[in-house]
């Protein structure tokens, strides 16, 4: 079965540094998704990548699925306070059921 | 258009009651999930349907857990005989599952205590 590998498991940085996270799968990935979570709250879409080499951004975000598709990244530029949560990745094919990685807890000091 | 809703938002419960939540996918929203939560994980697979159709179980949905969608709108789950390992956020999802619409759109939670 497929596992999903979230680096690092926390971070604390300053407010309007720059921030990489990680995702590493243990199988070819067929659909990556990038979910943010408030604590006890549910998941908020942030953006999905399907393709080796694919990049999408949103506002300060961007997230990349490396060529071999067994890698993806999500980078966070100028971090802001409301940039604060869990960040979760998590991949599934085609609309079927998600793996899901345990998460990255991100917090930003102002 | 609005979001995925599940009721209810908290549940505490005894041991040995059973307990049902709901959940309301966005409309025109084909597919359903859920997913259980534990504190620091990510969520994990239950079950989903297509439509009124439930195509996939999980191993972890034991005899306790039933899910149905009826009419292929709302769902329930329901957890009968609760035990203290069942405490957790309970998650619901929805997506239009179809080419080009994959993405998973998830409601608040139901967060389940169980004494």
């Known amino acids: 079965s497929q596992e999903l590998e979230q680096s690092p498991q926390s971070l604390i940085v300053q407010e309007g540094k720059n921030l990489t996270i990680n995702c590493t799968s243990s199988?070819?990935?067929?659909?990556l998704y990038w979910y943010k979570q408030k604590y006890g709250e549910g998941l908020i879409f942030l953006m999905m990548?399907?393709?080796?080499?694919e990049e999408k951004s949103h506002e300060k975000i961007t997230a990349k699925l490396d060529e071999k598709k067994q890698q993806s990244s999500l980078h966070i530029t100028a971090s802001q306070p409301s940039h604060a949560g869990i960040y979760l990745c998590?991949?599934?094919?085609?609309?079927?059921?998600?793996?899901f990685g345990a998460g990255t807890i991100l917090r930003v000091k102002s | 258009d609005t979001g995925v809703s599940q009721n209810p938002r908290h549940k505490i419960t005894k041991r040995g009651q059973n307990v049902t939540f709901r959940c309301d996918p966005i409309?025109?929203?084909?597919?359903l999930y859920w997913y259980r939560q534990t504190l620091g994980q990510g969520p994990e697979f239950l079950t989903y349907?297509?439509?009124?159709?439930?195509?996939?179980k999980s191993r972890l949905l034991s005899d306790r857990f039933s899910a149905e969608r009826p009419k292929g709108s709302f769902s329930t789950l329901e957890i009968q005989r609760t035990e203290q390992g069942d405490s957790a956020m309970y998650l619901c999802?929805?997506?239009?599952?179809?080419?080009?619409?994959?993405?998973?759109?998830f409601g608040p939670g139901t967060r389940l205590t169980v004494t």
């Open positions: 199988k070819t990935l067929y659909g």
């Open positions: 349907f297509q439509n009124e159709a439930q195509l996939e």
């Open positions: 990548l399907q393709k080796g080499g």
């Open positions: 999802a929805s997506s239009l599952g179809r080419r080009g619409s994959y993405e998973q759109y």
């Open positions: 409309s025109e929203h084909n597919r």
């Open positions: 998590g991949a599934g094919p085609y609309g079927n059921k998600l793996v």
